[in-house]
Structures are given as C-alpha cells and as structure tokens.
C-alpha cells in the first residue's frame, strides 16, 4: 500500500472512531426508561430499561404501583412501550443523576384499565427541575379531544399521548416529580431523555410585529405544541433518528385545505447551514405546500393554519422553508403573517437560504394574550415587491410554548369545547357543550345534597390525612420524603426548587443564612407577622439584610411566601422593598431583602420610643408610597392590587425613603373588559375597604381606602383601631373623618407636630385623605392623582418654611404656581380632586413620570 493509501486508510479510521466515539457519548446521555417493571424492551432499535432495572442511573423515591396488561393494541412507533405503567397515588419522584445541558425530555401516556382505578378520573401534575409542566392533567382528556378532532378532520384516532420538552439543565440532576390531584391518582408509561444539540435554538428570533426588530429570549423550558411536514406525509421517530421527533401532517390543521399544493423534490435536498442538521431531517425540506390560487382578493389569508394554543403564554413559531421549483432570486416572494399582524414582508426564500433545494428555517416570537386561546399562521403573496405571479411556500412548521415565571402548565378544561384543533371541532364541541350542560344540571342537584352530608366527614378525613403543617414551597408542587430532599436535608443545595426559576436574586446557603442571624439569634428579630420572623443580618460582604424565615406550621404564611415570591419576582422599582435572594433548603423557606434601616412607618408615629417624624418627613414618606403603590396600579397590563396597605408595611431606609413591602397578599388586577376581581376578603382591620367587604369586589380602589387610612393615621399618630378609646374614637377612619368634615382634623393632630407644619399643607393634606375615603370606589381619586396631590402638599409645606425662614420671596401661593407651571412644561396640568366625585378632571399624573424617572421595571406580564 503506497503512502498515500496508507494516509487515506488512517483518515477514515479516525473519521470512523470519532464518529463511534460521538455516537456512544451521546446513547450514553440518553435515557430510555420503561416504567412499571423490572425488565427491558427494546423498540426501533433503541433499548428501553425498566424503571426497577439495576444500574440504570435512576432513582425512584417510591415504587408507586407497577401496572401491566396483554390486551392493549397500539399500533404506534412505541406500542410495545405502553403495555406496562407506573402508576400513583401519591407524590413521587425519579431522579436521574449525571445530566446537564439541553435535553429533550418527553413523557409518553396510554391509558389501559388497571384494578380498581379507572383511567377517566386520573388527574395530576408533573414538576421537572422546579419548573411546573402540567397541572390537573387529564391524560383521558386530552386524548379524547384531540381523537374528537382528528375524527371531524378525517384524520386516525390515536390512543396515546406524548409530552414534549425541551429542558436547560443546569446541574448535573434531573427530578421529574409525579404529583396526584387530591383524591385522584396518575400514571406514566415511558420516559425518553434525549440530548440537544446548542445549536437547535440558537439565533435571532424576529418579533411579530416588531418592524424587523429581532428578540432575545431566555427560557428555562419549552413545551413542543405543534410540529408539521407541511405538504408531505407523517415522519416518525426512527425517521429522525439524531433527535426522534414526530412531524405529523399539516392538512389537519390547514382552514382551506386545498388552498395549496403539495410539491416534493427528493434529490440535492441540503442544509444551508452546517450548522442546520439538527434543526429538522431532511425529510421536511423534501416536500412544501404552495398556493393554489394566488388572485385572492384578500392576500392575508391564502394559505391560513389555525392551531388551538394556551393563553397568557409567549411562543416560538419556527416555519422551515426549501425551495424546490426556482432557480433564480425574486421568483417567489411573499409575506408571513402570525395571528393577523405581519411578521415578514418581502420574504425571499432563494436569497435567504442562499440557492435552490437549501433548507432554511426562520424563528418569530409572538405573545398570546390572557384572551386569546388561538394561533393563525397565514402566508400571501407580497405583490409590492413586483415579483409577478408570485406565490408563498412552505416545508414545515414547529410551534413551542415557552416557559414563564417557571411554569408551563395551563389548566385544561378538557370537554368544554374550547376553539382548539386539538381539542374540539366546532360541531363536536356544540354537541359536547349541550350534553354536558344536560348532565351537569342532573349532576348538580344530587352532588349538593351528597355534599352537604359528607362536608364534616370529608373535612375532618383531610385534617387527618393532610395536617397542616409545613410543605417545602415548589410553586404548588412540593417534593416530600423523596430521595433528592433526603439529600437536601444532608446539606445540599435543592438543585429543583421552582424559586430558582424565578428571578429572585441569589441562592443563599443555610449555612450562610444561620451565620448572618448568629443562628437565629431572638436578639435579631426586627419583625413578626403570620409567615413567621423576621430577622436583621449581615452577609459575607458586609450587607445588611432583612431575612424573613417561613414558620413551617403557617399554612396560611406559606400560602403569602407563595405569592410573594410571584410578585417579588416581577416587580423592580426604587420604592418597592427589592428581594436580595433565597434559601431553599433542609425543609426551609427564607426570603432575603434589603434592609430597610429605619423599620416601619408605624414605629416613627407611635408605640416606640424613636422621635417623631417632621411633618416633611410624614409627607415624604406618603408620597414614597403612592409612587411605589402607583406603580403597582399602572406598570402592568393589568395592574397589582396590594390588598394589605397599612404602616407596618410602609419601611423606611437610612435616608428615610419610603418603600413598600409584604406583598403575600396581592392579586393582579381585572382583566380590560372586568372592572374588579370577585375574591374572598383579606386585608388588615381598620384598614379594609367597607365597599370591598360587602361585595367582596377587589378594585384598586381598595387600595385607595387602606391608603386614605393611612394619611389619617400619619396626621394623628395612633393605632387605627383603639378599643380602649371611647365608642366614637375606636376606629380612627370615623374619628377622623368626623374632624375632617368640619374641617378641624387640627383638633386631632399629633401634638409633638404643633407649630412645626404648614396649616394649608394639613388642610390639603385632610382634603385628600377624605377623597380617599369616600364610600363608592368610583368616587375615590386613582392612587397617580393622590400622588400629584401630596406633592402640592409637600411645595406648600417647603414654601411655608421658606416663610419662616425669612425668605419671603416664596410664598404658599406661589407654591401652587411653581407645581403646576413646572407640569405645564411637560403638557400636564393639575389633576382637580372634583367637589363632587372626588375624581380627577384629568388623569395624566407626575407620579407616572416619577415611575419612569425611578427606573421602574416590571417582568414577566
């Protein structure tokens, strides 16, 4: 053999070892299991391992129950997988050590009838890594919609479902937690981890929309929802055998199916990128679907998909494009449209893709609204480029759901013919509605009265088999007595907990929290409410921190630590408390926050022995609040709603800036055609809305009141409710407002403030406070017209000082001036506080530009 023969031979044997070597690296990070049994099976050439095998690298925190049957017919890629199942009652666990980077995880469900449990009434939830991917999941129900679907498309019914994600791992573990609805149980088939490639979702991804502008998203997992070969036929798993993805057919999902043809070209079908191999077989880019008419008079809908998606979620929409017809560049051109707004014009896919027969694929981000439950892709013609008798193409389609605030789970109400391919035709779905209706109307009436004789029963079984007491928090899903908390406990971080998912700041180890209290020391407890303490500490750098430690006997406080962490996570604003960082671990529940020197607005009124506040301060630090309430009310899309305003949660920092904290009781506010949130009553005594308690409405305007009762409680320094007063002085709302009235709140006045404040400020100070309190919503100001209106208080007070002072330059009146000249310059004036309604005449307010001014942020809405 020559020389040159012998370097050809070496190549090709190292080209073949590399190629083993990559091959076994990636089986050996895969995961195959079989679930419900001991043995292994193996299906298309890949080896399944059973759940209780040996030396499988996976850990089950308990066994559950393994069910099996011989009767079940599945005629699908994995049939043989389905015979067998894990079934469960209660929360369990398998943990899957030595697993980091991207993977895709998929769940796979065949409901067969085991004993005593029937496959209709299985209802669970499903955690990975903290991150929530179902709740309530019907897997019965889901299945039946969708085979109601593909029935009235003329489509196979299919008697399996699998669960697509795509998980970032970011340790070297991964805990897939089971967790039954109460009284119900769930079951799991098989499980398939496979890895992925960086690459599969990497690049700009242009926002629908966004006029070209490119977005940047950041996820921790995303749901597989849709993936098409349009114009081809079905591609299984063993077809795409890097990854095994399942591409169904598009015709399903088309309005017009014979709104395009189907054209195929099998020969010198490439990748226009190296990089691009992973991203979809080549398979896909065999085959598109063109327009079959492209003299529509309306352009917007000439090839149109409909898809049924979760609302309130942010998608990924990736459309895979090969031309396979032309040869030349502006042949074919046209745009794209994502649920009727434009996400590409002049779309050329020859130039994109660089040449003919070159698979080429596009990511757009779009955000489905709380109202809006459906996905359209539309292609047309662009008939402004001037590419005559043009048309649109298409090779395939992937839709993926993206996670938020750690959850990708949505609540399905399987059967109640929501406008979804994959759940309900709209015949069926009318059908199913008056069935439904019918047997609920019978069912409702038996179901009261078995409620009503069982509820003692059923409540006193729960406080036996569900005691109150301590849960670890994994929002709404808690992994208890299983193989990874076991480790927790031991003092190892809790690589899964559902906090890390969320933006709040630094993960704290125990034994740094306990070394900043000294060990919880009582000396350090600053505060204490129904979660438990909260105690002053200082971190390895020298920060002074407030950490607020969960009392594992508080349902009610874990319940608040719950939604604190969901607000603290989103909300960013200089007089809002900001969250530092958390503790997870050993069954503990710690929030770490800035620490606000000066504690508690209440504490500098009364009840300590701290000096008084100046009236300047007072002021100043009301109208800290109403920014940092004001901004609650406007940075979102529909707004927050404090629900607990008092001046317990009014904290002050080193330099007495107001900020406001405690937000375990807040709710986001009604949705654009609601005007209030229908809830149960909670909130502080003394501080509650009269109009909110009666019909147990929540509006902004209940934080209006609380706010008002606060203004009162600044001007006259004692606890809003006193029962040892006298009847008329108990509750300080009434008592002042009696003063106030007959415009004499002076009478009631702090007296360490005597002589020392404005008495126009105080007069305008009270006027406000009253509008406030008015007993209709609609009659009380916006917490944005309160601000502006505080701050006019504030010039009066700073004009009156400068009186006293001997600058007589300045005077009250001329404070008013100066406020509404400087708002002029912004094309503002003065939102009046009417006589009437107590509503402003005009809403723009300078408390919305302070909000801006102070880098107000909000994420994740």
Not at 248 to 277: H, L, P, Q, R, W
Not at 437 to 452: D, H, K, N, P, Q
Not at 814 to 837: I, M, N, R, Y
Request: aromatic content about 10%; some cysteine; glycine content about 8%.
């Amino acid at each position: 053999m020559g020389l040159l023969g012998r370097d050809i031979f070496v190549l090709l044997f190292l080209v073949i070892v590399f190629a083993f070597t990559r091959t076994g690296e990636a089986q050996s990070s895969s995961f195959l299991i079989n679930c419900g049994t001991n043995s292994s099976i193996t299906v298309s050439g890949r080896k399944w391992v059973g759940d209780l095998a040996p030396n499988n690298n996976l850990t089950l925190s308990s066994s559950g129950i393994a069910a099996s049957t011989a009767t079940l017919s599945d005629d699908s890629t994995y049939g043989p997988l389905y015979k067998t199942a894990r079934v469960f009652t209660n929360g369990f666990n398998y943990t899957f050590q030595g697993i980091k980077g991207n993977y895709f995880v998929r769940l796979h469900f065949s409901p067969f009838s085991f004993d005593n449990y029937n496959v209709n009434e299985s209802s669970f939830g499903v955690v990975a890594n903290g991150l929530k991917l179902l709740s309530e999941f019907s897997v019965h129900g889901e299945i039946s919609d969708k085979n109601a679907y593909l029935q009235s498309s003329g489509s196979n019914s299919s008697s399996s479902l699998i669960k697509e994600y795509i998980l970032a791992i970011n340790l070297d573990l991964l805990v897939i937690e089971f967790i039954p609805a109460k009284g119900s149980f769930g079951y799991i088939n098989a499980i398939e981890i496979v890895p992925v490639v960086d690459t599969l979702f990497a690049g700009p991804v242009s926002k629908v929309g966004g006029n070209g502008a490119n977005q940047n998203i950041s996820w921790q997992g995303i749901e597989t929802m849709y993936r098409l070969n349009v114009g081809g036929s079905e591609i299984n798993p063993s077809q795409d055998s890097d990854l095994w993805r399942a591409w169904e057919v598009d015709s399903s999902y088309m309005i017009t199916a014979n709104a395009g043809f189907e054209i195929k070209n099998s020969s010198n079908i490439t990748y226009s990128s190296v990089n691009d191999s992973s991203v979809a077989p080549l398979l896909v880019y065999e085959s598109a679907r063109t327009m079959s008419n492209t003299e529509v008079l309306e352009k917007r809908f000439n090839m149109s998909w409909k898809f049924g998606v979760d609302p309130d979620f942010d998608y990924l929409i990736r459309l895979h494009f090969c031309e396979l017809v032309y040869d030349k560049e502006n042949q074919r051109i046209f745009r794209i449209y994502i649920n009727n707004r434009t996400a590409a014009d002049n779309f050329n896919v020859f130039v994109r893709a660089g040449g003919k027969n070159k698979g080429y694929h596009q990511d757009f981000f779009d955000v489905v609204s709380p109202k809006v439950d459906t996905l359209w892709i539309q292609l047309g013609p662009d008939t402004a480029a001037g590419a005559a008798g043009t048309d649109a193409l298409l090779s395939g389609l992937e839709i993926f759901k993206l996670s938020r605030n750690g959850n990708l789970a949505y609540v399905e109400k399987y059967g109640r013919g929501v406008s979804s391919p994959r759940r309900r035709s709209s015949k069926t779905q009318l059908l199913w509605v008056g069935v439904g209706a019918g047997i609920a109307s019978v069912a409702i009436l038996a179901t009261l009265l078995f409620c009503f004789c069982n509820r003692w029963r059923q409540k006193s079984s729960e406080t036996k088999n569900n005691p109150a007491g301590w849960r670890p928090l994994f929002l709404n899903g808690s992994i208890v007595n299983s193989t990874a908390n076991a480790k927790g406990a031991a003092g190892s971080q809790n690589p899964y907990g559902a906090v890390a998912s969320t933006r709040v700041g630094k993960r704290f180890m125990l034994a740094e929290v306990r070394a900043a209290t000294n060990n919880f020391d009582e000396s350090l407890v600053i505060g204490l409410g129904g979660f438990g303490k909260v105690y002053k500490g200082e971190i390895d750098d020298g920060t002074l921190v407030a950490i607020k430690r969960a009392n594992p006997q508080s349902q009610q406080g874990l319940a608040e630590f719950e939604t604190e962490i969901e607000m603290l996570s989103k909300l960013r604003h200089r007089h809002l408390v900001s969250l530092i960082g958390f503790c997870e671990e050993q069954n503990e529940m710690i929030l770490v926050y800035e620490y606000m020197a000066n504690g508690t607005l209440r504490s500098h009124l009364f009840g300590s022995d701290l000096p008084p506040l100046t009236w300047k301060l007072r002021v100043e630090a009301c109208i800290g609040a109403a920014r940092g309430l004001h901004y609650l009310h406007t940075g979102a899309e529909r707004g927050i709603i404090h629900r607990d305003v008092k001046t317990t949660n009014i904290l002050l920092d080193e330099n007495f800036v107001a900020k406001m904290s405690d937000f375990g009781l807040s709710k986001t506010g009604p949705a654009l055609d609601h005007t209030h949130v229908s809830t149960a009553v909670k909130g502080s005594f003394g501080y509650l809305d009269p109009e909110y308690f009666r019909r147990q409405q929540l509006t902004e305007k209940s934080d209006v009141y609380s706010f008002g009762v606060v203004l009162f409680e600044v001007v006259c320094a004692r606890a809003v409710i006193n029962p040892t007063l006298p009847k008329d002085q108990i509750n300080l709302a009434e008592w002042a407002m009696k003063w106030q009235r007959q415009r004499s709140l002076e009478t009631i006045l702090d007296p360490r403030l005597e002589g020392s404040y404005c008495p126009e400020s105080l007069k305008k100070f009270g006027e406000i406070a009253e509008k406030c309190l008015a007993d209709e919503g609609k009659s009380r100001p916006t917490l944005g017209e309160v601000l502006w209106h505080l701050e006019y208080v504030l010039q009066l007070h700073e004009a009156w000082m400068r009186t006293n002072a001997g600058d007589n330059s300045f005077t009250s009146s001329q404070a008013f001036g100066a406020l509404v000249e400087g708002e002029a310059e912004e094309g503002e004036g003065p939102p009046s506080l009417d006589e009437e309604t107590g509503c402003s005449r005009k809403s723009t307010t300078r408390g919305s530009h302070e909000s801006t001014e102070d880098g107000a942020e909000m994420h994740g809405h």
